[in-house]
């Protein structure tokens, strides 16, 4: 399973976090956690997902908690305000997200998983998928428009 598997999760993840090493390493502790759960676990594919999924958000949190840290401290040095205006990469937009928005975003979007694979992973229906997709999709669009906004 490790085998068929692994490949695809690290190439996901790959995508997320943009960085080889930072990838492999999420999508091993994802396997190490479906290891300590395996009796528990009746869908590993979802599983692994979903819990890659969660240790990536983690990673994007730490950066831009990093980032902040680094902004304030420039600012410091600058004696200048902070700026209010907020990052608008897709990215941290995305992590901005509600789980049960960012989940399927991650999945769809990001794993190329169909709406059916994602509902089953999620223990949702096809429909709720659909709209919390179509949610997801227009809170996006929102924040990057205000981002836009905000630079002109």
């Known amino acids: 399973m490790f085998a068929a598997l692994y490949p695809r999760l690290a190439g996901w993840c790959r995508r997320l976090v943009d960085d080889d090493e930072t990838a492999h390493e999420i999508a091993s502790e994802a396997f190490t956690r479906l290891w ?4 528990a676990v009746e869908e590993p594919q979802g599983f692994l997902y979903v819990t890659a999924a969660n240790i990536v958000r ?4 730490k950066l831009e908690r990093e980032r902040r840290a680094v ?3 420039t600012t410091e ?10 990052d608008p990469s897709v990215r941290l937009l995305v992590q901005s997200l509600p789980e049960r ?3 399927p975003i991650l999945l769809h979007y990001y794993a190329d998983m ?7 992973l999620t ?16 809170l996006l669009r929102a924040h990057l428009r205000r981002s836009l906004d905000h630079t002109r």
């Open 36 to 39: 300590a759960r395996w009796t």
């Open 123 to 138: 223990g949702r229906k096809e429909g709720t998928v659909k709209a919390d997709l179509h949610t997801a999709r227009e």
């Open 58 to 61: 983690d990673h994007w949190r």
């Open 77 to 86: 040095a600058e004696r200048a305000p902070r700026p209010e205006q907020a």
């Open 101 to 103: 928005l960012r989940v």
């Open 114 to 120: 169909p709406i059916r694979e994602v509902a089953m």
């Open 71 to 73: 902004r304030r401290a």
